[in-house]
C-alpha cells in the first residue's frame, strides 16, 4: 500500500508557473536599456523599474497570461469535440500555435508596457 500504485494520476501537466515569461521580458527590456545608458537606471529609478516593476508585471502580466491560456484552451477543446472526437496531431500543432501566439502577444504587451515605463522615468 505504500507504492501508491492505485492512486489516480492527474489530468493534464502540473502546476503553471504564472508571470515568468512576463517578468523575463520586462527584465531584458529594462537590461538592454541599462547597457544602454546605465546613468539612466543609478538609483532609486533601478530599483522602481527592476523591483517593483517585475514584480508587478509578474502578477498582472501572469494572471493575464493564464487567464488567456485557459479561455483558449477550453474553446480548443469544445471545437475539438464537435469536430473530432479524440486529440491527434494537427489538433496538437493547432494548440501550439495559439500558445505560441498567445505568447508572442503577451511579449509584444509587456515590451509596450516597458518602454512607456522607461520613457516615464526620463
Do not use: C
Not at 77 to 85: A, D, G, I, N, P
Amino acid at each position: 500500500m505504500g507504492e501508491g500504485k492505485d492512486e489516480p494520476k492527474p489530468d493534464g501537466p502540473g502546476p503553471e508557473i504564472v508571470g515568468v515569461w512576463p517578468a523575463a521580458v520586462w527584465i531584458v527590456v529594462g537590461a538592454g536599456h541599462y547597457l544602454n545608458d546605465p546613468d539612466h537606471f543609478a538609483g532609486w529609478k533601478g530599483a522602481l523599474y527592476f523591483v517593483l516593476g517585475t514584480g508587478v508585471v509578474a502578477l498582472v502580466g501572469g494572471i493575464a497570461g493564464l487567464s488567456a491560456r485557459r479561455t483558449v484552451a477550453g474553446i480548443q477543446e469544445r471545437l475539438l469535440k464537435e469536430v473530432r472526437h479524440r486529440r491527434d496531431w494537427p489538433s496538437w500543432w493547432v494548440a501550439l500555435g495559439l500558445r505560441g501566439l498567445i505568447g508572442l502577444g503577451e511579449a509584444v504587451l509587456v515590451t509596450l508596457l516597458a518602454l512607456w515605463v522607461v520613457a516615464l522615468l526620463d
